[in-house]
């Protein structure tokens, strides 16, 4: 890859981090002010330093999910109904069920709280919001954005047509998800995955580090500015890392034979199994195709080491019978 490019993928990666940041903490700009409000389970309008809730743990039914919050935390938590509990403290979010939708969001207003600091009220206690799912329940869309705080979906088998999740500060982490299509993005935080099955997924690390045990993509395509990837697949039919600065790990079922594959880095080792592709050397590309191939892995690093490790046959031929 010549230099330009990389240079290209850079400032692609720059203005990721920036239009994830502003993206995210947008939401955590703002205070509400005048009148509390309470019509049909909508609240907004209070503005107060002591630690509230906002709760309906019997709602009507909802297929979607929509939050924009500033600072939270976002738990799913399994009930015997669909529902939702906010604590909170300041600025008072909307909360409602509309036409299937779970809405959880703040507006705009003209003090600004960031990182729990609201520069009219001082220091504010986290907001936690907890997502009621019955069992067997299944989500159409999931679409979160906080500025600062953790998302963790852990809850049994749960089944989402398309989860998304933008955050400017804190960790995601999922267990036992299955999924259509799936987009993280993380400017400072950790993505940990689980047993986690996705047809499409896109994930986009600032600064932190990529976990994923156990799971299982169609297609993966993973960007990481400055951190780690370390990903652990049952079965990866096409995947795709770009990576400036960091170190990947990638470990999958399927032998080698199985994937074409290309790697292109400026600094940095790359090994199949242990053994280097070939000596490091600046500006470098290796392509590797077999004629059994059914899958695709591309790798482009600028600095940093990659590893890849490739089950057997006979491996392959045992997973594929016990599913």
Known sequence: MKTWLKVVWIAIGVALALGIALTTTGWALGARGGVSLDINGLH???LSNESMQISNTD???FSEV????????VEFVRSDNFGYKLNYAGRTPLVEVRNGKLIVEEELGWSIGIMNLDFWHGFMPSTKLQILLPKNCKLD?????????????????????????????????MNTVKLDDFTARAASGNIKLNNVIAKNA????????????????????????????????DILHALEIQMISGDCMLTLLRPASNYDMTFSRISGDIRINGEKVND????????????????RISIDTVSGSVNLNFGSEKATESATENK
Do not use: P
């Open 44 to 46: 907004y309008g209070n």
């Open 59 to 61: 709602s009507a039914s």
């Open 66 to 73: 929509v939050v924009r919050l500033g600072s939270a935390d």
């Open 141 to 173: 869309v999931v679409d979160i954005t906080v500025a600062s705080g953790d998302t963790l979906i852990d809850i049994g088998d749960i089944t989402i047509g398309r989860l998304s999740t933008n955050m400017a500060s804190g960790d995601l982490r």
């Open 202 to 233: 896109n994930i986009d690390v600032i600064s932190g580090e990529l976990n994923g045990n156990s799971c299982e993509f169609t297609s993966l395509i993973v960007n990481v500015v400055s951190g780690s990837a370390n990903i652990n697949c």
């Open 280 to 295: 490091r050397s600046f500006l470098s590309s290796t392509s590797t195709r077999s004629d059994s191939s059914t899958g």
